[in-house]
């Protein structure tokens, strides 16, 4: 049970990331190979089903994808670190990276290219696991099934009378939100401008990223630099 409150950043924070991931799962989805790029268990079943159906073009490149999902995991790892969410990690070096990779899928996907949907993959495995607890509860911002599971448990027993953690439904519920509505955007996006619509989500992650870099430089001035800057 979380025993503070939430800070506002993570609200905010949370939700923005939430709905880039949504914006760019809708695309993938709508978009040039319908693979969901947010989330694995989809593509994994896609891999089994084109390995059954002997379509193994379709089948490697669901591979990938998975490949390089679990790629930006691991970046995200050498950048971070850390498992708890708190101000002074790196994420603006990882909110960076998961930009240029963002401006790179939209490149290549403008142009026809499927290797865009891999590096978009990519991009949200570092931001899926950039963001990984505060305070005990688990935060995922690329996919929504735990937080619907941690959402119907916390309804069951709040019909069997049983007390709740308000600050932890509160969190899943913005996190649901900014993503439900990343995805609704992301999708009207597709349909007016294609896979343009990334440059949104690009621009949005590599902005954050920067504004946290001068914001941890303009701290460090303050307080004395007691850790690297972004």
């Known amino acids: 049970m979380l ?15 939430a709905a880039c991931a949504g914006g760019v799962n809708a695309a993938g989805l709508i978009g040039l190979h319908h693979q969901a790029l947010s989330h694995m268990s989809g593509t994994a079943a896609i891999l089994g089903a084109e390995v059954a159906r002997a379509q193994y073009g379709a089948a490697v490149h669901a591979l ?3 490949t390089c999902f679990f790629l930006g995991c691991v970046l995200s790892g050498v950048i971070v ?3 708890t969410l708190q101000l002074g990690r790196r994420y603006g070096v990882a909110l960076t990276c998961e930009s240029l990779l963002l401006f790179a899928a939209t490149y290549l996907l403008v142009h ?17 696991a950039m963001v990984t607890s505060y305070s005990g509860a688990v935060i995922r911002t690329t996919h929504i099934t735990g937080i619907i599971t941690d959402l119907g448990i916390a309804a069951g027993s709040a019909v069997r009378g049983d007390k709740v953690d308000r600050r932890r439904i509160g969190l899943y519920l913005v996190l649901t939100a900014g993503f439900v509505g990343g995805s609704v955007l992301g999708g009207f ?8 619509t990334l440059l949104f989500p690009a621009f949005l992650t590599g902005a954050t990223g920067l504004s946290y870099g001068l ?5 460090s001035r303050i307080t004395g630099p007691t850790r690297p800057p972004f």
């Open 215 to 219: 914001y941890r430089i303009y701290q």
């Open 189 to 196: 996006g597709y349909v007016t401008i294609g896979f343009y």
């Open 81 to 83: 670190r850390e498992k």
């Open 112 to 128: 026809g290219q499927g290797a865009g949907d891999h590096l978009a993959a990519m991009a949200c495995g570092l931001q899926n």
């Open 3 to 17: 025993n503070k409150p939430i800070p506002v950043w993570i609200l905010l924070g949370g939700a923005l990331l």
């Open 64 to 66: 990938l994808i998975l």
